[in-house]
């Protein structure tokens, strides 16, 4: 099976949050978004972009976690912390340079965005991709990647891994395409 990627192509968000919808659904959730789909700039446009963990190769939340709570799956997703480990300090929260880990006060326990890993292991989309009407979120193939990275370049469309403003991580697994609204989504950071 050929290794899959989470790829989200900003300008499609329409707002509709079926992403939201739908990651509480997935298996393990508990009924909880682990994502969120954020307003650019109100005032400006109705422009809107869904946030997700990037799952980075080399996690901020995972290397300030003590207990080693954060494991990273062989499919590079970035999981939520263990339940039998995690005990609740809350480094990942403050680490992560994306503001993605939130906790939960009540389980004393952090939790995020994990691609749907019951799901992506076995090359099923996760929920989000899955209901996406307007392909914003796209579960595909390395190839694939190659070929839309091409033709966005060729387009004069731009590539957050190319963009990438400083101190926030670097490699990760899901790739992100912003042409059109890249000057809104620095103002983000």
Not at 31 to 52: E, K
Not at 84 to 108: L, R, S, V
Request: aromatic share 4%; charged share 20%; hydrophobic share 35%.
């Amino acid at each position: 099976m050929a290794k899959q990627v989470l790829y989200i192509e900003m300008d499609n968000c329409i707002g509709c949050r079926s992403c939201l919808a739908a990651c509480t659904q997935c298996g393990g959730h508990d009924n909880r978004n682990r994502n969120y789909v954020m307003d650019v700039d109100p005032l400006q446009t109705r422009q809107t972009i869904p946030l997700m963990c990037l799952h980075c190769v080399n996690p901020a939340c995972a290397r300030s976690c003590p207990a080693q709570a954060i494991q990273i799956a062989d499919n590079g997703a970035v999981l939520s912390a263990l339940v039998e480990k995690c005990i609740g300090c809350q480094n990942c929260t403050i680490a992560c340079p994306y503001g993605i880990p939130k906790f939960d006060q009540e389980q004393n326990l952090m939790y995020k965005c994990d691609l749907c890993y019951d799901r992506s292991k076995e090359g099923i989309p996760p929920m989000c991709a899955s209901v996406c009407p307007t392909n914003t979120l796209q579960w595909i193939t390395e190839s694939e990647l190659a070929e839309k990275q091409a033709v966005h370049k060729l387009a004069g469309g731009k590539w957050l891994a190319s963009q990438r403003p400083e101190p926030l991580e670097g490699e990760t697994n899901v790739k992100i395409s912003l042409p059109g609204i890249l000057q809104g989504v620095q103002k983000l950071f």
